[in-house]
Nanobody, 121 residues
């Protein structure tokens, strides 16, 4: 089992910044991809950013130029730096990871509990 602990959500004004972090712990052979999804009220969960095991990162077109995803592989931690926030960024942000089980060698996905980000004046 892999446990994901998120932190850094909260309230920000339009144009402001927040930084989310997510740390994986537990039993795994490798942590492969780590990333962030978000879900706004009444909308489907959408991919925001991803960081692969080789350090490659990518973000959704809707946040490109404003959000940056990074990863500390040694700490099993992924970050989401969110700048120039907009009200439409308001959502619950979920950390997601793909990890290889140390016994079955299967790749499995795990979710964090979610952290609320609210952008409002």
């Amino acid at each position: 089992q892999v446990r994901l602990v998120e932190s850094g959500g909260g309230l920000a004004q339009p144009g402001g910044s927040l930084r989310l972090s997510c740390t994986a712990s537990g039993s795994f052979l490798t942590i492969d991809a780590m990333g962030w999804y978000r879900q706004a009220p009444g909308k489907q969960r959408e991919l925001v950013a991803v960081a692969t095991i080789d350090g490659t990162t990518d973000v959704a077109a809707s946040v490109k130029g404003r959000f940056t995803c990074s990863r500390d592989i040694a700490k099993n931690t992924v970050y989401l730096q969110m700048n120039r926030l907009k009200p439409e960024d308001t959502a619950v942000y979920y950390c997601n990871t793909e990890a290889t089980d140390p016994f079955s060698y299967e790749a499995r996905h795990y979710w964090g509990q979610g952290t609320q980000v609210t952008v409002s004046s």
